[in-house]
């Protein structure tokens, strides 16, 4: 099932979408992940039950740089054939 998550924090600017895109394939979801005018990052991930719950976890520590005070989790709907980062909205 498809999940959107809001990711708030410094998260712009760190290589946070970078750094999703590679643990999104290193883990095998599909979906998208993209920065927004608010500051923060939305992205919708599918897959395995498993690696959802895996990069949902990985979202809420983020890359290196990145400091992550908050990740909202909901239902989404998709299908998608890879991963990828999408424009700024």
């Known amino acids: ?48 039950p498993r690696a959802v719950e895996a990069i949902i976890a990985w979202a809420n520590r983020g890359p290196p740089a990145a400091r992550v005070t908050g990740v909202s989790v909901s239902q989404a709907s998709g299908s998608f054939a890879g991963f990828e980062w999408r424009r700024t909205e």
Not at 23 to 48: H, M, P
């Open 1 to 48: 099932m498809a999940t959107h998550l809001r990711i708030v924090g410094l998260v712009q600017g760190v290589g946070y979408r970078d750094a999703m895109c590679r643990e999104a394939d290193r883990l095998g979801v599909t979906g998208w992940v993209r920065n927004c005018r608010d500051g923060s990052v939305e992205a919708i991930v599918d897959g395995a």
